[in-house]
């Protein structure tokens, strides 16, 4: 659920100035702003405009989502785009839990045979049919049993002399023949089967696994889902006070980064203050390999200047320096011009 919103006051200048600043127009419907203007996403919508791209219902006091460039309430959201839980039907939001490919709400993922829910840290096994407790668990592949006549494996396709082969998956195999289907690894304990293929536990969450946006591990048993990123609980933290966040607690998402709402609030007055210290003439830009380049507002060089963190090599003079380069009197001679 997207929760980036703000109100911000839009006014009028009555006094008459060399330049104008640009109006700010509404994104839904083109018209000027004035006065309360909701901004989301550095987009800006007149209160009245801000409304369900479906049902038309006014977004402005709760949550929403955003699919496709559209602005949908939670009830549309869910009806068109959501997550059903495989156990009950019900749409799933917050605290859920992912396994083989399927959505569960936590209380409704449960132990095939006692009907329990499993509990946070618990082993689940599947057998290739049923998800079982540590309790009801039986041994993953059927141990081998005698075989009157001969059949064929489901591997090789060969026929299966007389003596023993593996029950798996409804087929009989040799015992060398049930393989992981991505790396040929021959299957002896734990396996996981998708579309009917068996799979040893590293494959099947590569091919089909779901990543923590946090750590980029795969993530087994329990999933936090916020838009369309997924963490484990323990690490869907705020970004800013590094606090985790409980189950049914709102939060704020933006891009890769969530955060609580208060934190969000105490982060956009501290950036604030951070701008009004900054000197007046420099506009700080992120470069990679821990480049910085400040391009100056009040004064223009006729080539960049380049300061540099920790231990970078200057790309004007290739010196490598331990603090920050004074370009302007160790690799830059040329003269700069005012710029009003």
């Given at each position: 659920?997207?929760?980036?919103?703000?109100?911000?006051?839009?006014?009028?200048?009555?006094?008459?100035?060399?330049?104008?600043?640009?109006?700010?127009?509404?994104?839904?419907?083109?018209?000027?702003?004035?006065?309360?203007?909701?901004?989301?996403?550095?987009?800006?919508?007149?209160?009245?405009?801000?409304?369900?791209?479906?049902?038309?219902?006014?977004?402005?006091?709760?949550?929403?989502?955003?699919?496709?460039?559209?602005?949908?309430?939670?009830?549309?959201?869910?009806?068109?785009?959501?997550?059903?839980?495989?156990?009950?039907?019900?749409?799933?939001?917050?605290?859920?839990?992912?396994?083989?490919?399927?959505?569960?709400?936590?209380?409704?993922?449960?132990?095939?045979?006692?009907?329990?829910?499993?509990?946070?840290?618990?082993?689940?096994?599947?057998?290739?049919?049923?998800?079982?407790?540590?309790?009801?668990?039986?041994?993953?592949?059927?141990?081998?049993?005698?075989?009157?006549?001969?059949?064929?494996?489901?591997?090789?396709?060969?026929?299966?002399?007389?003596?023993?082969?593996?029950?798996?998956?409804?087929?009989?195999?040799?015992?060398?023949?049930?393989?992981?289907?991505?790396?040929?690894?021959?299957?002896?304990?734990?396996?996981?089967?998708?579309?009917?293929?068996?799979?040893?536990?590293?494959?099947?969450?590569?091919?089909?696994?779901?990543?923590?946006?946090?750590?980029?591990?795969?993530?087994?048993?329990?999933?936090?889902?916020?838009?369309?990123?997924?963490?484990?609980?323990?690490?869907?933290?705020?970004?800013?006070?590094?606090?985790?966040?409980?189950?049914?607690?709102?939060?704020?998402?933006?891009?890769?980064?969530?955060?609580?709402?208060?934190?969000?609030?105490?982060?956009?007055?501290?950036?604030?203050?951070?701008?009004?210290?900054?000197?007046?003439?420099?506009l700080f830009l992120q470069k990679t390999e821990r480049q910085v380049l400040y391009s100056l507002l009040a004064?223009?060089?006729?080539?960049?200047?380049?300061?540099?963190?920790?231990?970078?090599?200057?790309?004007?003079?290739?010196?490598?320096?331990?603090?920050?380069?004074?370009?302007?009197?160790?690799?830059?001679?040329?003269?700069?011009?005012?710029?009003?």
């Amino acid at each position: 659920m997207v929760m980036v919103k703000e109100k911000v006051a839009h006014a009028q200048d009555t006094h008459h100035h060399s330049t104008e600043k640009p109006l700010i127009q509404c994104y839904k419907c083109g018209e000027p702003c004035k006065g309360e203007v909701l901004r989301v996403q550095n987009k800006h919508f007149h209160l009245k405009c801000f409304t369900c791209k479906v049902c038309g219902c006014d977004l402005a006091q709760g949550g929403f989502f955003m699919k496709n460039g559209e602005y949908l309430c939670t009830l549309d959201y869910q009806r068109m785009h959501g997550t059903r839980c495989n156990g009950c039907g019900d749409f799933v939001e917050g605290e859920v839990v992912t396994a083989l490919g399927k959505t569960y709400h936590p209380a409704c993922f449960v132990c095939t045979i006692c009907k329990r829910p499993f509990p946070a840290g618990d082993r689940v096994t599947f057998n290739g049919k049923d998800c079982l407790c540590q309790y009801c668990v039986e041994p993953m592949s059927p141990g081998p049993k005698d075989i009157l006549g001969s059949s064929n494996c489901a591997g090789c396709g060969r026929d299966i002399k007389n003596g023993q082969a593996l029950l798996a998956l409804d087929k009989q195999w040799h015992l060398g023949c049930f393989k992981c289907k991505a790396c040929s690894k021959v299957l002896t304990g734990e396996y996981i089967s998708k579309d009917g293929a068996p799979y040893c536990e590293k494959d099947y969450q590569i091919h089909f696994g779901v990543q923590c946006e946090a750590c980029h591990q795969f993530i087994t048993g329990k999933v936090l889902e916020a838009g369309d990123k997924h963490y484990h609980p323990s690490c869907a933290r705020c970004s800013r006070c590094n606090q985790m966040f409980t189950e049914g607690e709102e939060m704020y998402l933006q891009g890769s980064t969530v955060w609580h709402p208060g934190c969000k609030n105490t982060t956009r007055t501290e950036e604030r203050h951070r701008e009004r210290l900054l000197p007046p003439s420099l506009l700080f830009l992120q470069k990679t390999e821990r480049q910085v380049l400040y391009s100056l507002l009040a004064m223009r060089w006729h080539h960049p200047v380049f300061y540099h963190i920790h231990r970078t090599r200057c790309i004007v003079c290739c010196h490598l320096l331990e603090t920050a380069c004074s370009a302007l009197s160790v690799c830059h001679t040329e003269p700069f011009s005012l710029v009003f």
